[in-house]
């Protein structure tokens, strides 16, 4: 199975899910199992909090599971998008400072998805390269593999959004 759109060569990841720092996970909704068959991943209850950037029906989390959507485009955002972005990657390191299990998904579980997680992760204080790093090492080579997303973690959210607003 390969991801939707202009990055036809890329591979759906091995596993629904993956830890890229205690308690943080990212994921998506589609993944290649063992067996190289593709698979749906769908989240009952394994997390107290799930962030949703691509919603598709069928796929959860379970009722009673704390879940917010916010749908955006894996390509150019604009102020108000990346806004949420941003809200979203406080709500995730609210909830892990909580001790909470915190899942944040997109289609694939790359770049939508790891674009959230490292902001998250440079919020903490963590250098926005060596989150890079870290997310292609623990989810896939191919996670952030969006350049736009990349320039923009490097850029820092806060700054993306203000120059993307400016052009609006």
Known sequence: MRTRGRHSDVP?????????VPGLWMGGHEFRSS???HEFAVVHDEFDLVLTLLRLPGHGPDPGVE?????IP???????QLAGVMRLAQAAGDALAEGRRVLVRCYHGYNR???????????????PDDVIRLI???RSPWALHNELFVEYLRAGLPTARLLEELTE
Do not use: K, M, Q
Request: glycine content about 12%; proline content about 10%; hydrophobic content about 35%.
């Open 136 to 138: 292609r090492t623990r």
């Open 35 to 37: 067996s190289g068959r």
């Open 74 to 80: 894996d390509g150019p955002l604009d102020g108000t």
């Open 12 to 20: 759906a990841p091995d596993s629904p899910w993956s830890e890229i």
């Open 67 to 71: 879940h917010h959507v916010w749908p």
């Open 113 to 127: 998805s790891g674009l959230v997680v490292a902001h998250a992760l440079v919020r903490s204080g963590r250098a």
